[in-house]
């Protein structure tokens, strides 16, 4: 289960200015009673239009790349190391996003197995805005921050 998100801000290198977030630390903890075997990490951001379409993606849509996983193996009440997603900024992204056009999605899943070996998975979905959403808010979709 996502039990801590940290979003961090840094200045950008190219552009010295400040980003509104530059990496989102994510942290799942494993609050089952069992160890939990990790098979599948994915995390990611993107920037979606906020004036044409403010709906709220389909999780089909944002399957990424998974990552490689150091520590397979997570205790009962053990927290994972956490899942860091960068957040890539060009100018017109921030120019987009400071204007209130786009808004920045972080997502991802941690797809696992216990005892039982049955696979299972958690999926997380965050939206921030500096214009609307200061702070990184939960996604709505039930699919999107499903567990199951």
């Given at each position: 289960m996502?039990?801590?998100?940290?979003?961090?801000?840094?200045?950008?290198?190219?552009?010295?200015?400040?980003?509104?977030v530059?990496?989102?630390?994510i942290?799942?903890?494993?609050?089952?009673?069992?160890?939990?075997?990790?098979?599948?990490?994915?995390?990611?951001s993107?920037k979606?239009?906020?004036?044409?379409?403010?709906?709220?993606?389909?999780w089909?849509?944002?399957?990424?790349?998974?990552r490689?996983?150091?520590?397979?193996?997570?205790?009962?009440?053990e927290?994972y190391?956490?899942i860091?997603?960068?957040?890539?900024?060009?100018?017109?992204?921030?120019d987009s996003?400071?204007?209130?056009?786009r808004?920045?999605?972080?997502?991802?899943?941690?797809?696992?197995?216990?005892?039982?070996?049955?696979?299972?998975y958690?999926?997380?979905?965050y939206?921030?805005?500096?214009?609307?959403?200061?702070?990184?808010?939960?996604a709505?979709s039930?699919?999107?921050n499903?567990?199951?």
């Amino acid at each position: 289960m996502v039990t801590k998100i940290t979003p961090l801000a840094l200045m950008h290198p190219l552009y010295h200015i400040q980003e509104p977030v530059s990496v989102v630390e994510i942290t799942l903890r494993n609050l089952g009673s069992s160890p939990a075997e990790l098979l599948e990490i994915v995390g990611e951001s993107d920037k979606c239009d906020c004036l044409a379409d403010i709906r709220e993606p389909q999780w089909r849509a944002l399957l990424g790349s998974p990552r490689t996983i150091r520590r397979p193996i997570v205790g009962v009440g053990e927290d994972y190391e956490p899942i860091r997603v960068m957040v890539n900024w060009t100018k017109d992204d921030m120019d987009s996003v400071f204007g209130g056009a786009r808004r920045v999605a972080i997502y991802g899943m941690a797809r696992y197995r216990s005892g039982s070996k049955k696979p299972y998975y958690t999926r997380f979905f965050y939206w921030f805005s500096p214009v609307s959403l200061p702070e990184l808010q939960r996604a709505y979709s039930e699919e999107l921050n499903q567990r199951t």
